[in-house]
């Protein structure tokens, strides 16, 4: 089962907070976000993800801590910028070790990984970038997988492209 993501919010600088509103919307527990589109030469980013529980765009958790950092993983992290870090409004950001190319948005990739520990309808993303002030980086565009039992995946695809965020 495919849905369709039709807002592409940008992300132009290390500060700004971009939404993008799921429609319809996406269920499931699991959800992979692989950066593409970055700044400079690193793709460091946070988020947060918006459910209908209890209201529709309600935040659920990974500002505010909810989300334990036991079920936020990646693939790969550089030094001092773990996945748990990759939480919007946090000091940090989470940076992959390793950049790939941009348009290989397989789950070998480098992403960002979490559980929800239970199944969620999905209505929104927020992403932001890391606002590091000597060397700010930012995600402007990327891919969300999501599974409702971690091994079969699918992929929030907009009427365009895969890519949330710049189209």
């Not at 700004?16 to 527990?29: F, I, S």
């Not at 190319?101 to 209505?123: C, G, R, W």
């Not at 992929?155 to 189209?167: H, L, Q, T």
């Amino acid at each position: 089962m495919r849905h369709h993501s039709k807002v592409h919010p940008a992300v132009k600088s290390e500060c700004q907070v971009a939404t993008v509103h799921v429609v319809p919307v996406a269920v499931g527990r699991f959800f992979k976000f692989v950066p593409g589109h970055y700044d400079k030469h690193f793709q460091c980013w946070k988020i947060e993800m918006m459910g209908f529980e209890p209201a529709c765009n309600d935040a659920l958790g990974m500002e505010n801590g909810a989300i334990k950092a036991s079920k936020i993983s990646a693939t790969s992290s550089q030094t001092g910028a773990q996945p748990s870090q990759g939480r919007l409004n946090g000091g940090g950001a989470w940076c992959p070790d390793k950049i790939h190319h941009v348009h290989t948005y397989t789950a070998a990739n480098n992403s960002l990984e979490i559980d929800l520990e239970k199944e969620y309808i999905i209505d929104g993303f927020a992403s932001q970038g890391h606002m590091k002030t000597d060397d700010p980086r930012w995600v402007m565009a990327y891919v969300v997988h999501y599974s409702e039992d971690g091994a079969s995946w699918d992929i929030i695809k907009s009427s365009e492209n895969d890519w949330v965020g710049i189209p």
